[in-house]
């Protein structure tokens, strides 16, 4: 029997009863594609290298622990874990931006900016799709005059100028209603883990 001639499920099945060579070629066969979507995303060989070890690690464990069932989407699968441990590596290094009580506030900043990935495959536009669903959802616990200067800011695309025409307040009164709708937006993104998470 010639293992590359099987099926990713069938290998996969291969591997969790005993057979190491099943996960060598399953390796082989995604290894290319999953440590170019890193390398595209880091722009660091040395840190490609170490999150792609990551993925596959963590691949591993998942099968021998009985929680993999994916029922043979095995490299859509793969490249989510990838994804996400990519994700973790910009939290560490701040790299995504964030707003808190001690940022200084940028108006331009839009709580729907993200890591830009150029081309997105289906599997990050997919991603996308959900958390802005997500975040859309989150607003709706916004106390009303920020969950309304959200919409304005965010969806009418509206000036914070015209914001404070059209509400009879002054500009700083809109910046800081602003600010802290994003303030709270970041404490509900924490407190539900939202950020890309499959």
Same mark, same amino acid.
Request: charged share 30%.
């Given at each position: 029997?010639?293992? /590359?001639?099987?099926?990713?499920?069938?290998?996969?099945?291969?591997?969790?009863?005993? $057979?190491?060579?099943?996960?060598?070629?399953?390796?082989? =066969? &995604?290894?290319?594609?999953?440590? =170019?979507?890193?390398?595209?995303?880091?722009?660091?060989?040395?840190?490609?290298?170490?999150?792609?070890?990551?993925?596959?690690?963590?691949?591993?464990?998942?099968?021998?622990?009985?929680?993999?069932?994916?029922?043979?989407?095995?490299?859509?699968?793969?490249? =989510?874990?990838? &994804? $996400?441990?990519?994700?973790? &590596?910009?939290?560490?290094?701040?790299?995504?931006?964030?707003?808190?009580?001690?940022?200084?506030?940028?108006? /331009?900043?839009?709580?729907?900016?993200?890591?830009?990935?150029?081309?997105?495959?289906?599997?990050?536009?997919?991603?996308?799709?959900?958390?802005?669903?997500?975040?859309?959802?989150?607003?709706?616990?916004?106390?009303?005059?920020?969950?309304?200067?959200?919409?304005?800011?965010?969806?009418?695309?509206?000036?914070?100028?015209?914001?404070?025409?059209?509400?009879?307040?002054?500009?700083?009164?809109?910046?800081?209603?602003?600010?802290?709708?994003?303030? $709270?937006?970041?404490?509900?993104?924490?407190? &539900?883990?939202?950020?890309?998470?499959?």
């Amino acid at each position: 029997m010639v293992l /590359s001639n099987l099926g990713d499920s069938e290998l996969i099945t291969f591997y969790i009863n005993g $057979n190491e060579k099943a996960f060598e070629t399953l390796l082989l =066969r &995604h290894k290319d594609r999953i440590y =170019r979507y890193i390398y595209s995303k880091l722009k660091d060989g040395q840190l490609s290298n170490d999150v792609f070890q990551d993925t596959f690690v963590k691949v591993v464990n998942t099968i021998k622990l009985g929680n993999y069932n994916e029922e043979g989407k095995f490299l859509p699968w793969c490249m =989510r874990i990838a &994804h $996400n441990l990519v994700i973790d &590596h910009f939290r560490r290094q701040k790299k995504m931006r964030t707003i808190s009580e001690t940022s200084q506030f940028d108006p /331009s900043y839009s709580i729907f900016q993200k890591i830009d990935s150029g081309e997105k495959n289906y599997i990050e536009t997919k991603t996308q799709d959900e958390l802005e669903t997500q975040m859309v959802s989150l607003i709706d616990h916004l106390p009303e005059v920020q969950k309304e200067i959200i919409r304005l800011r965010i969806f009418q695309d509206m000036s914070f100028k015209e914001i404070a025409e059209q509400k009879d307040i002054s500009i700083n009164t809109a910046l800081g209603r602003m600010r802290y709708a994003l303030i $709270n937006m970041r404490k509900l993104i924490d407190k &539900h883990k939202l950020v890309i998470d499959f």
